[in-house]
C-alpha cells in the first residue's frame, strides 16, 4: 500500500533503492534513513521541493560541540572548496559541523543514490578525526540524534509529549464515554486504553511519517481485530468483563501475528522504538 504523495513515493523509492543496495541502514525516530559507515553516519531525507517536485537530501554531522570560530569557518569554507561533491556547513546553535550533498529526486536511480550515500560517508569519515583534533568536540556517530539539515530544533520529543496529553485526553474521554453508554467498568479500561495508544502512539508516530496510510492501517490493525472481537463476543454471551477479556487476548495475538508478515518494516521499526521508550524509562 502506498500513497501518492510525491514526498511518500519518493520516500517508497528510496527504501527499496536501500534494501536493495549493499548498504546497510536503519530508519531513524523521524523516519530519516540512517547509514552507519566508520565513526560517520549518513542521513538520507525526501523532501518537496516547488511545484510538486522533490529532492532527496544526504547529510552527515562529523563532529559535535566544536569550538566555532573563525578559523572553523574558514576551514570549512577552504576544504568545502576541495570537494568534488558535497559541501561543509555549520550549526552555530548546536556547535555541530554537518557535510551534506543534494540529489534530485523525479530522476533519481539506485546507482547514484548508492555513489552519493558511499561518497558522503566516505568523505565525513575522513575528515571527522581532523575536525576533533583541531577544533575539539566528538565525532558524532549516534544515529537517532541527528538534527535537520540547516539546524532548527529536532521535533520528535516536543510533537510526542504532546501527543502524550492529548492521548490521556482522549483516553479519559473514551472512559467517560463508554461508562456513561454501558455502565460498565471493563469497557471504559478498553476504551481508554485503546484511545491511548491510538492517540499518543500512533497519531504521534503518523504525522511524521510520509507513508502516512500504511503506518495507520498499522496501527488500526490490533484495535480493529480487538473491536470486532470484542464485540463478537459481547453479542454471544452480553457479558462486557468476558467480552473485553478475549478482545484484548484473542485481539493482540492475531495482531502480532499479522503485522510483521502485513507491515514487516513497520513492524520492525515500532519494536525497535518500544524498546527505546522503555530503556528511557
Known amino acids: 500500500m502506498t500513497t501518492s504523495d510525491p514526498v511518500g513515493l519518493l520516500w517508497d523509492t528510496l ?3 536501500l534494501e536493495e543496495s549493499p548498504l546497510d541502514f536503519t530508519v531513524d525516530a523521524d523516519r ?7 565513526s560517520a553516519v549518513t542521513w538520507i531525507r525526501p523532501v518537496e521541493w516547488t511545484d510538486g517536485q522533490t529532492i532527496v537530501r544526504i547529510w552527515s554531522i562529523t563532529n559535535a560541540g566544536v569550538r566555532v570560530d573563525g578559523e572553523l569557518t574558514r576551514f570549512l569554507a577552504v576544504e568545502s572548496g576541495k570537494l568534488e561533491l558535497g559541501g561543509f556547513s555549520l550549526d552555530e546553535a548546536r556547535s555541530s559541523v554537518l557535510l551534506g550533498h543534494t540529489l534530485l529526486g523525479d530522476f533519481l536511480s539506485r546507482r547514484e543514490l548508492e555513489e552519493a550515500v558511499a561518497a558522503v560517508a566516505s568523505i565525513a569519515d575522513s575528515y571527522d578525526e581532523m575536525i576533533e583534533a583541531r577544533f ?8 537517532g540524534q541527528a538534527p535537520p539539515p540547516g539546524g532548527g530544533p529536532a521535533p520528535h520529543a516536543l510533537h510526542q509529549a504532546v501527543f502524550n496529553v492529548l492521548g490521556l485526553a482522549a483516553g479519559i474521554a473514551a472512559a467517560v464515554g463508554a461508562y456513561a453508554l454501558t455502565g460498565s467498568i471493563a469497557l471504559p479500561i478498553y476504551a481508554s486504553l485503546m484511545a491511548l495508544y491510538l492517540v499518543a502512539r500512533g497519531f504521534a508516530d503518523v504525522i511524521s511519517d510520509p507513508q502516512k496510510v500504511r503506518r495507520a492501517c498499522y496501527f488500526l490493525l490490533m484495535p480493529a481485530l480487538s473491536t470486532a472481537i470484542l464485540w463478537g463476543v459481547y453479542e454471544l454471551w452480553g457479558r462486557w468483563w468476558l467480552a473485553v477479556l478475549v478482545g484484548f487476548v484473542a485481539g493482540g495475538a492475531l495482531a502480532r501475528l499479522l503485522a510483521p508478515r502485513v507491515f514487516p518494516r513497520i513492524h520492525e521499526e515500532e519494536m525497535e522504538d518500544t524498546v527505546r521508550r522503555m530503556e528511557g524509562m
Do not use: H
Not at 530519516?32 to 566508520?38: M, N, Q, W
Open 136 to 143: 575539539g568536540g566528538r565525532r558524532f556517530a549516534e544515529p
Open 32 to 38: 530519516d534513513f540512517a547509514v552507519p559507515r566508520g
Open 15 to 17: 527504501e527499496r533503492y
